[in-house]
């Protein structure tokens, strides 16, 4: 099997909006990030009910590849999910591809880490994981 990950960096997750939306209504935006960041810890911190999403939502029930389908995704729901710029490249240039006026901005102008900065430094995310 080939593992892409090995090979290539790529954003795993991405929340995506439009800019108006985190201007203008940011405490949304705010509160779905957490809601994503909640979720991340709980698939982390709940391998069982993690593994029957995975089932559901897969449509396998092979135990062995379940176990490797939860290995990898836990490895990519990172627990403090910054935006990962080196792996928006592939995706600007797959756009650039149609629309070249693109590449007269550059790839940072198109993510916001400000919402994960704010739960990482307020210590909400650091919470999520104490004790476990």
Same mark, same amino acid.
């Given at each position: ?9 790529? %954003?795993? !997750? ?8 985190? =201007?203008?209504? +940011?405490?949304? =935006? !705010?509160? !779905? ?18 593994? +029957? ?7 396998? %029930?092979? +135990?062995? #590849? ?5 290995? #990898? ?24 591809? #149609? +629309? ?33």
């Amino acid at each position: 099997m080939f593992d892409a990950r090995k090979e290539v960096i790529y %954003t795993s !997750m991405s929340i995506v909006t439009r800019r108006k939306n985190v =201007v203008e209504d +940011r405490d949304a =935006v !705010m509160r !779905m990030v957490k809601a994503h960041v909640e979720g991340i810890a709980y698939f982390r911190h709940n391998k069982d009910f993690a593994i +029957r999403v995975l089932s559901k939502q897969l449509k396998i %029930t092979d +135990r062995e #590849t379940l176990e490797n389908s939860y290995a #990898t995704y836990r490895q990519d729901f990172i627990p403090v999910p910054y935006p990962i710029m080196k792996g928006l490249e592939a995706t600007y240039d797959y756009v650039a591809q #149609t +629309r070249p006026e693109i590449r007269s901005r550059k790839p940072e102008e198109f993510m916001d880490p400000s919402f994960i900065a704010e739960l990482d430094k307020s210590g909400f995310i650091e919470k999520l994981y104490e004790g476990k």
